[in-house]
């Protein structure tokens, strides 16, 4: 069911006409098969990689503080590598919001439901413990297709991509919680819900700690041990990614955290990491390397991102 709050005549103005082109054109291919969509994508990253300097100066950094055991060729190979999944996630994206179950269903398998089945079972909502690996979108939709889930997110400042982006969430998943709004995740997960969540982003040192993440100490959000001790809710580690040969998508969910929250934010923001860090070196060249994750520094380090 489409959302009563998006009507496209708010958005025909010639600002929004290269935005609808493009939006267009993500469309388009979803018609296309499976494989030429992925080899579009691998295509359009390679692209990416040529064109997008700073984002590239962002993987390799982050690469070669992670993974110094690497030599600069594999290295180079690995930020190459990035480039293309991230590539894949334009049109997973199309998928995501467009396409239809009855074809996304054989292409996704699921380890550990009985996790959250038997989570679901306590009586209490269940918080997703999630990451931003590159198919972090398409992730919720296919989660969707085995129980209904909500999700939090980020507003866009281009506000007919923030309306497209709404109302395709919101057709599949069973709601969105804009990131900010606590009171509003909370609430959910008294009502017995299941919540899907990242918190592996870099938002200052506001509500954040610094914890080791690839032996970096990184800016970690306590959000999760907040909502934990809040709301009463099990934490299940989840994650998505690419099965081999680029066929579909395999979601994992991971038995509940015990002893969590344990009253000390960095200790349990060093746990998240670390689970986040294990999952991360399984398929490395599937998380999202293109964003700041190390951005906040303590303070009399030097910044990363500079050249």
């Known amino acids: 069911m489409t959302p009563p709050d998006f009507q496209p005549s708010r958005f025909l103005a010639p600002r929004y006409w290269g935005t609808w082109t493009g939006l267009g054109l993500l469309r388009l291919l979803t018609l296309l098969p499976y494989r030429w969509q992925v080899r579009i994508g691998a295509s359009l990253g390679g692209l990416l990689y040529r064109l997008a300097k700073r984002r590239r100066h962002i993987a390799e950094t982050n690469i070669a503080r992670c993974f110094p055991e690497l030599d ?21 994206t199309a998928l995501a919001w467009w396409g239809k179950d009855a074809d ?8 550990g439901m009985e996790y959250l089945q038997k989570a679901l079972k ?29 999700a939090m997110y980020r507003r866009h400042d281009n506000p007919l991509f923030e309306a497209i982006i709404k109302q395709s969430r919101e057709t599949h998943l069973e709601g969105l919680i804009e990131r900010r709004d606590m009171r509003k995740m909370i609430r959910t997960l008294r009502a017995k819900k299941v919540v899907w969540y990242a918190p592996d982003q870099d938002f200052g040192r506001r509500s954040s700690v610094f914890a080791s993440f690839f032996g970096i100490q990184t800016a970690s959000l306590v959000m999760t041990s907040k909502l ?17 040969g680029n066929k579909g998508y395999r979601l994992i969910i991971r038995p509940p955290l015990e002893d969590f929250p344990s009253g000390d934010d960095v200790a349990d923001a060093t746990r998240i990491n670390t689970i986040i860090e294990e999952q991360v070196r399984k398929a490395p060249e599937q998380y999202l390397w293109l964003h700041r994750r190390f951005k906040t520094r303590p303070a009399g380090e030097a910044p990363f991102y500079e050249k």
Not at 72 to 79: D, E, G, H, K, N
Not at 122 to 127: E, F, P, T
Not at 233 to 243: E, G, I, R, Y
């Open 72 to 92: 600069a060729t594999a290295q180079r190979t690995l930020v190459k590598q990035t480039f293309r999944t991230a590539g894949i996630a334009i049109p997973e």
């Open 104 to 111: 996304l269903a054989p292409r996704v398998e699921i380890e």
């Open 228 to 244: 934990a001790k809040v709301s009463g809710a099990p934490v299940l580690p989840f994650f998505s990614q690419h099965t081999e």
């Open 122 to 150: 306590q009586d209490k909502g269940v918080l997703l413990l999630g990451a931003h690996f590159t198919s972090i979108e398409i992730s919720g939709r296919l989660m969707s297709l085995f129980h209904p889930c909500y």
